[in-house]
């Protein structure tokens, strides 16, 4: 399993999608599979359907949801939102990483803000995805010409 300071693909280390997304998850599968001689899954859907009958990925997919659980619950700490929508890489894992994350999350969210969200779990079709990238080609095609994306928005030499 990771050390949780792996390299991400934004170039910073220890970033969640690098510990726990669908590419290290698999990555980390296929290293632990090659290690005990167990089949090697080769996508995230054969990783799921193999922790089902196989213990050490299902530990795998509940350490992962252990971790997001762990980082969500410092998010409602701090924010408080009243919903917060799981979806994405990682949705199709099932129970096994989510209900580690609904663990995590039970036992990290501090007690007057337990009561106070709501954890919604929502597969993103294909649909969903083709959606919010026409909303950003939209938003540039729409954007305000007030500012220029070159122009900084606080000019620090005239404070000093």
């Known amino acids: 399993m990771s050390d949780g300071n792996d390299l991400c693909s934004c170039g910073n280390r220890g970033c969640l999608e690098a510990t726990i997304g669908e590419p290290a998850l698999l ?3 296929r290293e632990l599979c090659r290690d005990l001689d167990l089949p090697v899954p080769s ?3 054969e990783l799921y359907s193999a922790a089902a009958h196989l213990d050490p990925l299902a530990e795998l ?3 992962s949801g252990r971790l997001l659980g762990r980082a969500l619950g410092n998010l409602i700490n701090l924010l408080a ?3 917060v929508v799981l979806s994405g890489e990682g949705v199709d894992a099932g129970e096994v990483l989510l209900g580690a994350v609904r663990t995590e999350l ?3 969210v501090h007690e007057g803000l337990r009561d106070t969200y709501e954890l919604m779990v929502e597969p993103l079709t294909d649909e969903a995805w083709a959606r919010g990238a026409a909303s ?3 938003n540039a ?3 305000q010409p007030t500012r220029t994306h070159s122009s900084p928005l606080w000019d620090w030499s005239a404070s000093q």
Request: hydrophobic share 50%.
């Open 27 to 29: 990555r980390n599968a």
């Open 43 to 45: 996508s995230p859907a």
């Open 61 to 63: 997919l509940t350490h």
């Open 81 to 83: 939102p009243e919903l």
């Open 106 to 108: 039970a036992v990290h």
């Open 136 to 138: 950003l080609i939209l």
């Open 141 to 143: 095609v729409f954007e």
